[in-house]
């Protein structure tokens, strides 16, 4: 996604995800599984209107807790569904309530999704979109590559001449 660094720098939305958030390691399952959910609602949709909706995007799914998300019932999706203020998907919102099913699964498992991730390091693309299909649903390319990207274990979130580039080889990245 490196023509992000082109269209981003002094953005207000995209501005600050691109400058603090996207390709930074991550290490919180909260902030991860957002991320995920951030994904699956962007597909087929523009990278703007997700950023647009994420504050509400973020309150609707209560901070996106996998234990509270795993949780939710029909009234949950209904209530959801209702919400202009999301991206209002029956399968995205069904798809990442039974995602917070699975990362639960995998915290039990391994202590934590960054825990995964981590002892799942290194693949390339083509491994880890094999893995996350058989892990989560409403998993493709797209959403796993830009996912990985976004959390620093993909490369190619930023150009090596863009600014953010040089910060996050500050950083002990995956």
């Keep these: 996604m ?98 917070a099913k699975r990362v639960l699964a995998i915290q039990r498992d391994y202590g934590s999704l960054a825990h995964w991730l981590e002892q799942s390091h290194p693949l390339d693309k083509n491994q880890w979109v094999k893995l996350f299909k058989k892990t989560f649903v409403f998993m493709g390319g797209e959403v796993v590559g830009e996912f990985l990207m976004s959390i620093g274990y993909l490369p190619g979130a930023h150009r090596e001449d863009c600014p953010v580039f040089a910060k996050l080889a500050a950083f002990n990245k995956p």
Aim: proline share 7%.
């Design 2 to 99: 490196s023509w992000y660094c082109d269209i981003a720098p002094g953005h207000p939305v995209h501005g600050p995800y691109h400058d603090r958030e996207y390709g930074f390691p991550v290490s919180d399952d909260a902030i991860l599984f957002e991320r995920l959910a951030l994904e699956i609602f962007q597909a087929g949709l523009s990278w703007l209107i997700v950023l647009k909706k994420r504050p509400t995007i973020f309150l609707a799914f209560q901070g996106f807790d996998p234990l509270v998300v795993a949780a939710y019932g029909p009234d949950d999706v209904e209530r959801l569904m209702a919400d202009a203020g999301i991206i209002r998907n029956r399968r995205k919102i069904d798809a990442i309530i039974e995602n």
